[in-house]
């Protein structure tokens, strides 16, 4: 069935170091995919999406590149802040069962 | 309006209580969606709406009881809870079921807990 895997958190960087957080996916046919962004306390927010083959999707300074070869849709960011501070999960969507399937999520933690 | 609002944001409620969460839309989104979200977990599908009948229901326990009264609002009617059931519960809402490639809305959440 379609599954995501997602880079184990929780990754603790200094502000302005440089962010990946990986993804890689398992789906049949050629999904959407999405990151989505869940603050402390807060529901999930769109950061951003891909819609086709080698599409690149970016909002806040973030970035990430649909890989068909890879199947893979990291997440980058070339200078992070303590306010993105979160967790972040990969999530694509469509295939056999056009449901949305979240990833285990990622915590990410900026200390000043 | 391009949100998706839920109430209330917090519920503390017993076990033998009746009580019913609240989720509304106004985007024109023709489907909407529950889900359940553990701490530390990524949330986890129950039960999905399109057109405003019922899709997909996640083998919830019953009770857990959707409501689609129209095409912005969805109910969760919960009855005779357990605690394990205390967890963050979402919705979100999307075009359709078939358009969904341009993502889902989610409200913030009704953060549940059963005493």
């Known amino acids: 069935g379609d599954s995501v895997t997602q880079m184990e958190g929780p990754v603790t960087l200094s502000e302005e170091a440089f962010l990946t957080i990986n993804c890689t996916y398992t789906?049949?046919?050629?999904?959407?995919l999405f990151w989505y962004v869940q603050y402390p306390g807060e529901g999930l927010q769109l950061l951003l999406k891909a819609t086709k083959a080698d599409d690149k999707g970016s909002n806040k300074g973030f970035e990430a590149t649909y890989r068909k070869e890879t199947t893979s849709f990291h997440l980058e960011k070339g200078s992070v802040q303590v306010s993105d501070s979160a967790v972040y999960f990969c999530a694509p969507i469509g295939g056999a069962t056009n449901k949305l399937i979240f990833g285990t999520g990622t915590l990410l933690a900026v200390q000043p | 309006d391009t949100e998706v609002t839920q109430t209330p944001k917090h519920l503390v409620m017993g076990m033998t209580n009746k009580k019913s969460l609240k989720c509304e839309q106004h985007?024109?989104?023709?489907?909407m969606y529950w889900y359940k979200q553990k701490a530390k977990k990524p949330p986890e599908l129950m039960f999905v709406y399109s057109y405003e009948k019922l899709s997909i229901n996640e083998s919830v326990p019953s009770r857990f009881s959707p409501e689609c009264p129209n095409s912005s609002l969805l109910n969760l009617h919960l009855h005779a809870l357990q605690p394990e059931d205390s967890a963050l519960y979402l919705c979100a809402s999307s075009q359709d079921r078939d358009r969904a490639n341009y993502g889902y809305t989610f409200g913030s959440g009704t953060r549940l807990t059963v005493v």
């Open positions: 789906a049949t046919g050629y999904p959407s």
């Open positions: 985007m024109g989104h023709r489907a």
